[in-house]
């Protein structure tokens, strides 16, 4: 984007008053929203932005300036202003920039703006209609299509110069099924790191009929006992409740405060045997998939907890340089008007060897979940609340009745330690992840698990 010459002045013009190093962080995207709701398309937008911010580190101390546009003069001037407020005599030196060719994690072979909105809409009706036609009793559908390609460049006082492409397609349905007594609703989404080859005939029925069936499940089912019993979360939950409840904490901005249940536990047994966490950003097309992350290092497959044991966690180039370790890849922001920050990318339990229905026939009384829901979270903690919006009931090794109004109630340290069986499949759910008001594309993987206790919610007694 930038004349290498240009980045180089002014990175050199933002370290003109101290400072130990120094980046230019430019963004352009461009997106389609288009919403369906009450038998028609609702909403159909089209957003373009673009930007640019400015980063100075002098030791621990972060100095940044964004502006909207991407003006040269602009830069420069937020550059100056940048080192005006660092107020120091210069010490570092702004090395010669090399272009860098990263790997390609996500390859694309149709972009965005060359489907007309038409065809779009065309996708969110067919959804539409695929939901409202499964069942009878499915009263009501919503539907949103989205796209969303974003291009980075990132040059630093290092001699880094290297971009990336990421694309986020995005399906989400809603249905909403009822009796003439009972109203329950079902929600599916699906995204990836993509181009609009994503949207193919079987994503499409898939995100539909999921939606639907989970709305039909609830109004079929009977209320959950509560209690403390064995929980089996399928792998077909996704790994939600493994990346809220634990995966923040192994976030080493989290674990620097020492707000993380993980902080100075490394090497340590923090999981039961056989139970490895990973964070991978490498995994090809996934949604938390990059080449580069926000700073321009290239994504890694981090071992986070390896057979029970803590291994290390998910660095920033700050967190890294504190913690003196490298960076994880793992340094992420939502746009150009934010400083980068530990997040996560793709993160899961590994597989083990354990086959999914050989797990549910060890339960002699407990709960299958078969999809998660939304839920409350303490991320210093790792305390939570989940709702279960699809889960039945295991007797005597046997899935029986369909449930519903179920809640995992838990923490996620207790959690991973009371792993008793680690199943040999795995499937992901897909997400924007918030923390520090900056939103973040992930996956959450998770296998099949068995965990000994757990608290459940419910209304039956």
Not at 42 to 58: H, L, N, Q, W, Y
Not at 337 to 362: C, L, Q, W, Y
Not at 384 to 392: D, M, Y
Request: glycine share 12%; aromatic share 6%.
């Amino acid at each position: 984007m930038l004349d290498l010459g240009v980045a180089r002045e002014i990175l050199d013009l933002a370290l003109e008053k101290g400072g130990d190093f120094s980046e230019i962080f430019i963004e352009e995207t461009f997106g389609t929203t288009i919403s369906y709701e009450n038998g028609k398309v609702e909403v159909a937008t089209f957003s373009k932005d673009a930007g640019f911010g400015i980063r100075v580190i002098d030791g621990e101390l972060t100095y940044y300036a964004s502006s909207s546009g991407l003006d040269v003069e602009k830069m420069k001037e937020l550059a100056k202003g940048l080192a005006d407020a660092v107020g120091g005599k210069k010490k570092a030196k702004v090395k010669e920039l090399i272009r860098e060719m990263p790997s390609n994690n996500a390859p694309f072979e149709i972009a965005f703006d060359e489907i007309p909105v038409d065809r779009k809409m065309e996708i969110v009706k067919r959804a539409a209609e695929i939901a409202k036609n499964y069942d009878e009793r499915i009263v009501e559908v919503k539907v949103r299509y989205a796209d969303r390609q974003r291009i980075v460049w990132i040059y630093n006082s290092e001699g880094k110069a290297v971009s990336d492409v990421r694309n986020y397609p995005v399906l989400y349905v809603r249905a909403v099924a009822s009796d003439g007594k009972q109203i329950f609703s079902g929600v599916e989404g699906w995204g990836e790191n993509k181009g609009f080859e994503f949207f193919t005939d079987e994503v499409i029925e898939k995100v539909a009929r999921n939606a639907a069936e989970t709305a039909i499940h609830q109004l079929e089912a009977e209320d959950a006992p509560a209690g403390e019993y064995t929980a089996v979360i399928s792998s077909e939950a996704g790994g939600t409740m493994i990346h809220e409840a634990c995966g923040h904490g192994l976030e080493a901005d989290l674990v620097l405060k020492g707000g993380s249940i993980y902080a100075g536990k490394l090497g340590q047994k923090v999981a039961a045997d056989g139970v490895t966490v990973i964070d991978d950003g490498t995994l090809k097309n996934f949604r938390g998939t990059l080449n580069v992350d926000d700073e321009g290092n290239p994504a890694k497959r981090n071992v986070l907890i390896e057979n029970g044991v803590l291994k290390g966690y998910m660095h920033s180039r700050l967190t890294a340089k504190r913690m003196k370790v490298q960076p994880t890849g793992n340094g992420r922001r939502e746009s150009y008007e934010h400083v980068p920050i530990p997040r996560m990318t793709n993160t899961f339990i590994a597989p083990g060897d354990k086959n999914p229905e050989e797990i549910i026939k060890s339960v002699d009384y407990g709960i299958l979940v078969v999809k998660m829901g939304g839920g409350q979270v303490d991320i210093v903690s790792g305390d939570f609340t989940f709702g279960v919006p699809k889960a039945f009931l295991i007797e005597n090794g046997k899935v029986t009745k369909k449930l519903r109004g179920v809640s995992l109630v838990g923490n996620g340290g207790e959690v991973l330690k009371n792993i008793e069986m680690v199943g040999n499949d795995i499937e992901y759910a897909v997400g924007t992840c918030g923390k520090d008001g900056q939103g973040a594309p992930v996956s959450d993987g998770l296998p099949t698990i068995k965990i000994s206790k757990m608290v459940i919610g419910g209304k039956a007694k």
